[in-house]
Each structure stands twice: as C-alpha cells, then as structure tokens.
C-alpha cells in the first residue's frame, strides 16, 4: 500500500460505445448519448443506451451539488456554533469541514417504504468535522437533518452507530505539515551521512534528492504519540514508483502534544543496528570501517512503458469484446439498473465507493446491501515502519480516489459509464466515468451436452459492474457480475506499484527482487457487506457438511465406507466466526426455514469462494492494528442485522486503533440467528509475497480473489433454460438442423475502431469549492 503522504491526493477518468438493439415495450432509446458517441443506432453503429424508469426513488442517491452547497453555508453560519474557518485560510488550529454525504437510512425505516409504502425516509446528511482550535484536536461526526436545508434542519453528534458509543476519535495528524517539517529539520543535520549512505538528502530544499514518508497509524508508548518515517529516492524518470525506492535508513521520533519545540528526535535505524541519536550514528559512521551498504536507485526497472522484444504476432490486432446491442436498461438519474430478471439500486460514498441495494431477482429483493466495508492491508518485515504498518483505506477514500475508467483497456469501449460526485473537505469533486456497465461473454458455456442424436450448448453471457479505486500506489479493480443462472459474482484484483523495503536484513519477511531492494510481505484484506432477505427478512444460516461415514446398509452384507450430508444451523452470534472449510467440504446457504420449495427443501442462497483464495489476516492480535480491524480475522462472520450495526468498521478507526469508534467484536453478543434478518461479512483478499514477477506493477492475474452468491433450492430448475440463445443441433435428421429459438446474432458490418476512441479527451476529475464565499465562514 502506498504510504500516507502518497495517499493523501490523485483521480482522473472517461466514455463508453456501440450498435442494435431490440427494446422492449416499457424502455425507449436515450436522447442523450454520451460523449461524442454518434446517435444512429442503426446496424454496425453504436447502441444508445435504454432507459429505464425506476420503480421507486433511490434512498441511497448522494447529495446533490445544490444540497451540499447549502449544507455547508449552513454549516458555516455562526448560528451553528461550530466556529468553522473555510478551507483557504485554515491552519492545523482551525474547525474545517470534512466529509458532507448522505446518511444511508436505516433498514427498518427503508423496507417502510419499498415493502409497505409508508413515507419515505427523512433525509440526513453524515458530517465529519475537524476540530484543531484545541490543544487536542479531534475529529467528530455529525447527522444534520432533513436534507434540503430548510428551517426544521438541525445538527447532532452521530453517535449511534459506533460502538464506541460516540463518533468522535483523537486526531494526532492535525499537525501533519507541522510534523513534516519538524522531521526535514532532523534530517537535515545528518545530510551529509545520508548522501554517503543513501545517495540522498532530505533538507527540505528543493534540490532534495531524497524524500520522507511517515508510517500509518500512528504508534503509542504509554502517554507518548511516537512516529517513524523512513527515507526514500525519488524517482527521476518520471514513473510512480517511489514506493519501492526505499533508501534504508529510518528515523524515530516523539511528536506528543502541540508544542514542537516539545518533540524530539528518538533515534535512526540503519543496517539493523538502532542508534539513539543523530549524535551516536554520526559518531559510528566517523570511525573506520563503518559499513556502508548498497545503495537503491530509480531505474528502468520500475518504468511501466513497453520494454524487450516484441513477441511474435503480438503486435497485430487482439481480441475485442464487441457489444452489438445494450441488452440492459438504466436510470441514471436514481442509478437504477435491469437485466434479464435482475434489478437494483447504486449508491456510492467518500470512504468505500460503490454499492449495492434492493437488489431483486425475479421479482423479489435477494439483497438488501452489498458492497466493499473496507481495503486492509497489513504488513511486516524487519524494519520499524514496514512492521508497524496497517493502512485502512477508507480513511483515505475508495470512493474519492475512484479512478476514471479508459474506454477499449479497462471497459468495453461501448460500456455505460457513470459518473460519481464526491463531497468532500468543503468542496465538491465530480469523478467522470467511475463506473462502467457492460455485457461479456463469459468465454466458455453456461451449459451444454452432446449425445448421438443432438447437441445443445447455452451461451454464457454476464452482465458486469466495475470500478477501480487507485489509492496511492494500489489499483483496486472490483466487479460484480450477474449471470443467467442467477448467480452474483464479487471479485477484486490487485495492481499497481509495491510498497516494497529495503532489502538488508530481510529475509524472513520477503525476497530480494531488485539490487537494493526487498518485496514486503502483506495481506490485503477487503471486507464487504452482504445484506441478504430470502423471501423475506427472516432467514436463517445453514451448514450442509460433506462428511466421511462408515455405515451399514439393509442390502449390503458389510459396512461401507462412504460420504454424507450433515445439516446443521447456526444458532447464536456466538458461532457467527466462521472459515471456509477445509476441502470445500461446507456449504454455507442462507435459507428461509418457512419457505420451503416445491419439494420441501428450503429456499435459499448458496456462498462460496469461486476466485482465488479469498483469505483473512495472517498477523493475529495484531500489535499495530490493535482493536480496529477485528473484521480481518476471520473468511466471513454472521450477525443479526441491525440498524446501530451499520458497518464493520469506521473511516477514523486508525486514528486510535486501540479505542476505535467500530469494534467490530462487540457485533457478537449471543443473539438469535434463527429466523432473523442476517447480515453476512466476508473477506475477500491475498497473502502477497512480492517477488520479481512484481515489478514494476502486480498483474492482476496473479492478485484476486473472489466469492459467487448463486440460488440454491431456490428455483425449481436451471433459470438460463429461458435465454433464446441456446443451440440445439439435430443430428439424427436427414439435413443437419441447428434451431436457436429466436436468439437474434449481429450479422451486420461493424467499424472496429470504435472499440478504441480518441483517448486524447480522456477527462480528468474536476473539483469545485463551493466555499469560501465572501464573510460565511466561522472565522478561526
């Protein structure tokens, strides 16, 4: 993971193509095509997409740009009290705005209205302010409702769904710039050894060859707030790379409370030998016959353009996904989407970008909710801020760092993309083409069977949700993908630069993959949400195990050593820890004991890993992360739903991960699993064991990892047997007949270099303040 600096900015993005389509008697072709697509939809031509008007309003649709800005001229109004200072003249002793977005509403409240039609749930906003005009600074949320702004509106803390019991969390990086410069002080007294050493200087000049980068969290000694920092080189061929340039050398430091004429240099780190002061390491490097490793340097190495030999062929044209029609249909105004027997809602926020909600098949809601909770990774080696690291990037922002997604290369150049709108920081960032929609063909059958007399083979066509969020040097590529058979598929994927160490004394942590340079071993751990209602809120979770047997039989003379199923049901919280079994010999199904099917098996829901090998966290009561990522311990948990239990974890729980706003063990009190409304909480995610194959960027292909949601004694046979795209050859007749039952094929001439548009109007994020405005502010 990139380091906390490193993370603290970036975004950019882009647009989608193609032909015919065949709408239905409820849709019509969009007006608006977007982008510079061209508006015929005849053959060979891009298809317009089909709009869709949802059935109801999207409960979960961010604020609008109009309600964000009224919302923080409210804030800003001295009448509030907040004593805020706008974000152009605040320093660390200021109040500033953080995060304005709205506030999900709760289940209960939810179902009142799309169940029952009650009145639609009010409409409140989560403010996350900051608070520095103190000698401890803090951070705090807030919910302010009803959103419009309007004389009703009023503000409170937003407590009730922390565990902690109150959303407010220590802030011991409010003097981050302050700190910054606190360090260069240091290190610049020691510039000349560094050059000897490193090959670097960090003074804070411009002509720095060097660069610092403090850990994430922050440590504690008792009382003290301690901090490392480790050198780095920065690059000088123009690539993103410096966070495998790391020189070798570390820094201590006591930066505890306010006052930095109080903080003090601790000590400095370097080829395993821990000197106390500046003084003693210049006393050590002073004598002969000091060791003077090598030293990292910026290369080729790490350039992520084309480089070798071309190989044979490759050159020439590659395969092309081609959508001849848009068979899906959208409101993107309520971000609604249908295809086939599926239908949901989209919503997407500051901390974990995109989700899911209401999600129906055939006519009935399956999921309530469903998306990323958080982006954990935890690393270890043999030097202090490779050990002491643990970064929980919805701190940072998946949904602000929502990467623009490029037409023909990450999506179908004909994909729906969406954009997305942060609030964020008192200013509003618009994040074009964040979400691409698109068709697939799967690359091989949903089913198929050959006889002597016929073959019939199903094509497997898929629809996909897909966003990537690029937080400092990781890209995160996250789907979701809807198949005929009714299954739902979540997948992550891995890439970007390392986070890599130097590579002395590593051994035990990783291999040396570069002259000066080790690979840090981590585990990404990706907790999701998933809100399941089988035929209702209540539902229960089943275990069928597969189990050896020996047994005896009324036909046979000797017993037998065989298998069979074993059926059981979690009954409390208390059993709601749970790994994936070894040999896949489990099932775990979320049914509705009151629903049976047809035939008496109870309706439900299969979950099962299908990509990879989804993992949890290696590190147990880990001594960095503490009590903030309980939710990494275990392949997935089950508890009861409830509205105070709306995530696993906070934004802030690493601000004090030993007295996080969200423990996510206090979820588990020993209710009732039967029959109740169950949430489930998985962990996708990687052991990542850097090693060359790594550099400059981790492929994908080698960092994923995925889970399938698929019915389960939920219909009473194969769904996809509706799709018109089956074959059936016939070889018993006199002439070889192949019916298709009506599927339609694109026979038409189609201009291939449609899949790949003029990237040169690749759009970037644009970011408007909407503060400061003449005299609204608070003032310091």
Not at 10 to 35: C, D, M, Q, W, Y
Not at 663 to 679: A, I, M, N, R, Y
Request: glycine fraction near 8%; include cysteine.
């Amino acid at each position: 993971m990139a380091g906390f600096v490193k993370k603290l900015a970036l975004v950019t993005a882009l647009f989608g193509l193609i032909s015919e389509s065949r709408p239905g008697p409820t849709f019509h072709k969009s007006k608006n095509p977007r982008g510079n697509r061209r508006q015929s939809t005849s053959c060979g031509d891009t298809p317009a997409d089909i709009i869709v008007e949802a059935p109801q309003i999207n409960l979960w649709k961010g604020l609008t740009n109009e309600e964000a800005d009224d919302l923080l001229e409210w804030l800003y109004d001295s009448k509030q009290g907040l004593n805020l200072t706008t974000a152009d003249k605040a320093g660390p002793w200021d109040n500033t705005v953080g995060v304005t977005e709205i506030l999900f509403p709760n289940k209960t409240d939810s179902l009142a209205y799309l169940d029952r039609g009650e009145v639609e749930p009010v409409r409140n906003a989560r403010v996350g302010l900051f608070f520095g005009a103190t000698p401890n600074p803090y951070m705090q949320n807030f919910i302010v409702g009803p959103i419009p702004v309007s004389p009703e509106t009023t503000i409170e803390p937003l407590n009730y769904i922390y565990t902690k019991e109150v959303g407010k969390t220590p802030n011991y990086r409010a003097d981050l710039q302050l700190n910054l410069g606190y360090y260069k002080t240091m290190t610049s007294t020691i510039a000349d050894i560094t050059l000897d050493l490193l090959g670097v200087s960090v003074t804070g000049n411009t002509d720095d060859t060097g660069f610092i980068q403090p850990i994430d969290p922050l440590q504690k000694e008792g009382d003290r707030i301690i901090d490392w920092i480790t050198f780095g080189v920065k690059p000088t061929l123009g690539y993103d790379d410096a966070t495998i340039l790391i020189a070798g050398m570390w820094m201590k430091f006591d930066i505890t409370g306010r006052d930095f004429s109080k903080w003090t240099s601790l000590g400095v780190f370097y080829n395993n030998i821990f000197y106390e002061s500046t003084d003693e390491l210049r006393a050590a490097w002073e004598k002969p016959g000091f060791v003077n490793l090598t030293k990292a340097t910026d290369g080729e190495f790490a350039a992520t353009d084309r480089q070798g030999d071309e190989l044979p062929y490759e050159t020439l044209p590659p395969p092309a996904s081609v959508e001849t029609s848009k068979r899906y249909a959208i409101d993107k105004g309520n971000k609604y989407v249908t295809w086939m027997d599926f239908a949901f809602y989209m919503a997407f926020d500051r901390d974990t970008g995109l989700k899911f909600f209401n999600m129906k098949y055939k006519g009935e809601r399956i999921i309530y909710e469903l998306g990323v909770q958080e982006a954990h990774s935890h690393y270890a080696g043999s030097d202090p801020f490779q050990s002491g690291t643990s970064y929980l990037d919805s701190f940072y922002g998946l949904g602000t760092y929502a990467s623009s997604l490029v037409p023909g290369w990450d999506c179908p150049a004909a994909a729906t993309y969406l954009d997305n709108v942060i609030h964020d920081d008192a200013s509003t960032t618009t994040l074009p083409d964040t979400i691409c929609i698109f068709e697939q063909d799967a690359g091989y059958p949903l089913a198929r069977h050959t006889t002597a007399n016929y073959v019939t083979v199903s094509k497997n066509t898929q629809l996909v949700v897909r966003w990537i969020a690029t937080v400092g040097n990781y890209d995160y590529l996250m789907d979701y993908v809807f198949s005929l058979d009714g299954t739902i598929e979540v997948k992550v994927r891995a890439s970007g630069y390392i986070q890599g160490t130097y590579y002395a004394d590593n051994e035990d942590y990783g291999y040396k993959i570069h002259d000066a340079l080790s690979g840090s071993m981590h585990d990404h751990v990706i907790n999701y949400k998933l809100d399941m209602d089988i035929n209702g809120t209540a539902n229960s979770f089943q275990k069928v195990d597969i189990v050896p047997v020996t047994t005896s039989y009324p036909w046979s003379t000797l017993p037998r050593n065989t298998m069979k199923l074993s059926r059981s049901f979690l009954a409390t919280e208390d059993e709601g820890k749970l790994n994936w079994p070894t040999n896949a010999g489990s099932m775990y199904l979320v049914v509705n004991k009151d629903s049976p099917n047809a035939y008496g098996e109870l309706r439900g829901y299969r979950i099962a890993p299908n990509l990879g090998s989804p993992i949890y966290l290696t590190v147990q009561n880990s001594s960095v992360a503490q009590l903030s990522n309980r939710f990494a311990t275990n392949h997935l948990f089950v508890t009861k739903q409830k509205d105070t239990e709306l995530k696993s974890t906070s934004a802030w729980n690493g601000q004090d991960p030993g007295d996080p706003l969200v423990d996510f063990d206090t979820f588990f009190d020993g209710e009732s699993l039967d029959q109740e409304d169950l949430v489930i909480w998985f962990n996708l995610g990687m052991h990542h064991v850097p090693h060359t194959g790594d550099i400059p960027n981790t492929v994908f292909s080698t960092s994923q990892s995925g889970i399938s949601i698929s019915p389960h004694n939920y219909l009473l046979r194969d769904p996809s047997r509706q799709s018109s795209h089956i074959v059936y050859i016939n070889k018993t007749a006199s002439t070889l007949t192949a019916e298709t039952y009506g599927g339609e094929v694109a026979t038409c001439v189609f201009d291939l270099a449609q899949l790949y548009p003029d990237l040169t109007s690749f759009p970037a994020s644009s970011t408007n303040s909407a503060f400061p405005e003449p005299d609204l502010g608070g003032g310091s």
